[in-house]
């Protein structure tokens, strides 16, 4: 399979790395109390079930699901967004658990990829990233297969690779600065004024930020896929959300 990242072909659409990764912010912002609710909902059954005494891998299992209902419910409502229709947290996860099947599967064996192409070699990872960026919008919202999934996202990126790249290594980027100045400048303080005693409070700021920056993630998953579709195929967003009606 060729994975070159060539920018090629004319493009119909003029997006970059700038106009995705603001394009996200922007549909995140305007919908941030249903999509905060709903990417919070994904660490809330680890924590209790972890409270219990439950497995660990059963843990992960779970999370792993709610994961993928909540990216779905997420994409479903950017979509949704971009054609500036207000989004509600139970439309959204009506349409996470409809389209969930193939999008869990594709899920699973891309982070087994992904896991693969680093241990071989970083670079194969990466090119993996890249080329299946889009292949759980593509199952969510065409619902493709689980090879047609990752087919379709390969074509969608072809051509486009460094520019996909370059908005993941950015939001990526973010994340872990994001993730780590907000954790320490919260729990830093609290550790010093009370000590153990604040310990409890590390997970919860944890929780909150993850919830914040996967809410962003998902989102800019949904954006992507548009983008693409509409530079490379001319499909405007109310074609691709007249799936959802």
């Known amino acids: 399979m060729t994975m070159t990242m060539t920018a090629t072909g004319p493009s119909r659409f003029d997006w970059g790395v700038g106009s995705a990764i603001g394009t996200a912010f922007g549909t ?4 941030v109390v249903p999509f905060l609710c709903l990417s919070l909902l994904v660490g809330i059954p680890g924590m209790v079930l972890g409270a219990l005494g439950v ?3 059963l843990r992960i299992l779970i999370e792993l699901v709610m994961g993928q209902i909540i990216t779905i419910a997420l994409i479903y409502g950017t979509v949704q967004s971009l054609r500036s229709r207000k989004v509600g947290i139970g439309e959204c996860l009506t349409q996470g658990f409809r389209r969930l099947p193939a999008a869990i ?24 990233i890249t080329m299946w960026a889009v292949a759980i919008p593509a199952a969510a919202v065409e619902k493709a297969g689980v090879g047609a999934s990752f087919s379709r996202s390969a074509s969608l990126t072809r051509g486009r690779r460094w520019r996909v790249f370059g908005v993941l290594a950015v939001s990526w980027i973010l994340y872990l600065v994001v993730y780590l100045v907000v954790t ?15 310990l409890w409070v590390i997970p919860v700021v944890m929780w909150l ?37």
């Open 28 to 31: 995140l912002f305007r919908n």
């Open 55 to 57: 497995s660990r891998w």
């Open 105 to 128: 599967v594709v899920a699973i064996l891309a982070v087994i990829a992904y896991i693969l192409g680093f241990i071989l070699l970083i670079i194969p990872g990466l090119m993996l």
């Open 184 to 198: 320490l400048a919260i729990t830093a303080p609290l550790f010093g004024a009370f000590g153990v005693k604040s």
């Open 209 to 245: 930020v993850a919830g914040v920056l996967a809410a962003y993630l998902s989102t800019l998953s949904g954006v992507l896929y548009y983008f693409l579709r509409r530079d490379k195929e001319g499909v405007d967003i109310e074609s691709i959300a007249s799936v959802f009606d």
